[in-house]
């Protein structure tokens, strides 16, 4: 039981944190809305113009590059979705042999920097001739995904109790049917979860298509905000609608998510 | 009881600090001169402006290898307190 000092304490730091993560972000809106190109500064004012947006819209080609990042999010968190939860289920429960080297390959696979992956990716991928295009962006990504999602999903099955696989096993189901009619639904919210985080990472990477992609009409969101940023540092209220347009769908994935997010992330801590 | 969690909070923002990558680039370049410099930018900087693509992968694998000291470094520390 907490004291009624530590309580406060509690309540002061949390609320400190709160003020320093939200004051950046109504600052961004409220200048995103501000609508006044020339202003070299921050202000608030009651005065609201969606100015800023329709400039950004216009100029930055958001239409673009959203579509493109669209794109290569859904086909990642996709692929890598199914895949991880067939790869988790394999090294979780069904445990061929070599399952234990898979669980290995994966935990390494998800610990290695993209930063120390970029430059072979980029190498390899320009002897086979696939830079820029969208599965230069799309593969690499996946990968990492996959390598994460399947211990994700080991952690995930390992909770299951063993008794419903068996069971299930004694009304004569296969191991796909087991997987995707038994396992999948009992473990619903890491599956979301999984597939929010993937989204997340994969909208908002920024390293690997700024590297994979020089052709502007496959600029992906975030490489998009930064060259527009390059090209219009003193409107403002442009950058700030243009930054809220690029976290937009991060912010609605999160919103929808938030749920089971937080549902699966105890899901995930809890387990032993 | 908490240990474990505190030491995946630490391994998670060490590694999280070692990897940034796209505020830097976007604020400051690494810049002024090497002052903000990060291991990520100084990657990408070598092999895709400078052209030293040798220094660059040693780099990779340089901070690959931080990276792996550092997780199961915290890792050993919190296990061998908690038992």
Not at chain 1, 2 to 7: A, F, H, I, N, V
Not at chain 1, 217 to 236: I, K
Not at chain 1, 238 to 264: D, T
């Amino acid at each position: 039981m907490l004291s009624r000092t530590e309580r406060t304490v509690c309540l002061i730091i949390l609320m400190a944190a709160a003020v320093v993560t939200l004051y950046p972000l109504i600052t961004l809106v409220s200048t995103a809305l501000s609508g006044s190109a020339s202003s070299g500064g921050i202000s608030f004012s009651w005065h609201m113009s969606l100015t800023g947006f329709s400039y950004a819209w216009r100029n930055g080609d958001f239409s673009r590059s959203m579509l493109n990042t669209a794109i290569v999010t859904v086909a990642v968190v996709v692929i890598s979705t199914v895949i991880a939860v067939m790869a988790g289920y394999s090294v979780a429960l069904a445990k061929p042999p070599g399952a234990r080297w898979l669980l290995y390959a994966a935990v390494f696979g998800f610990m290695l920097p993209v930063e120390a992956l970029i430059v072979p990716w980029y190498y390899q991928f320009s002897a086979f001739g696939i830079v820029n295009t969208y599965w230069s962006m799309i593969v690499p990504q996946a990968a990492q995904s996959i390598a994460f999602g399947t211990f994700w999903m080991y952690v995930a099955f390992r909770s299951v109790p063993r008794s419903l696989s068996e069971s299930a096993r004694l009304d004569g189901a296969s191991s796909l049917s087991l997987l995707w009619r038994i396992l999948v639904p009992n473990v619903a919210p890491a599956v979301k979860t999984m597939a929010a985080l993937v989204f997340l990472w994969t909208w908002n990477a920024f390293l690997l298509p700024l590297v994979m992609v020089s052709n502007s009409s496959l600029y992906t969101v975030t490489v998009g905000l930064s060259t527009f940023t390059g090209a219009h540092f003193n409107n403002y209220s442009a950058l700030a609608a243009g930054s809220c347009l690029a976290a937009l769908p991060v912010v609605v994935v999160y919103l929808f998510a938030q749920r089971s997010f937080i549902a699966g992330l105890f899901a995930g801590s809890l387990v032993e | 009881m908490m240990r474990r969690d505190i030491g995946a909070a630490l391994t998670i923002s060490a590694v999280a600090a070692l990897q940034s990558f796209t505020l830097i680039y976007q604020a400051t370049d690494g810049g002024p001169g090497y002052a903000t410099m990060v291991p990520g930018l100084l990657i990408y900087r070598d092999a895709f402006q400078l052209g030293a693509v040798g220094s660059a992968s040693a780099l990779g694998i340089a901070m690959t290898v931080i990276i792996f000291v550092l997780t199961f470094g915290i890792r050993a520390l919190i296990e061998r307190k908690a038992t």
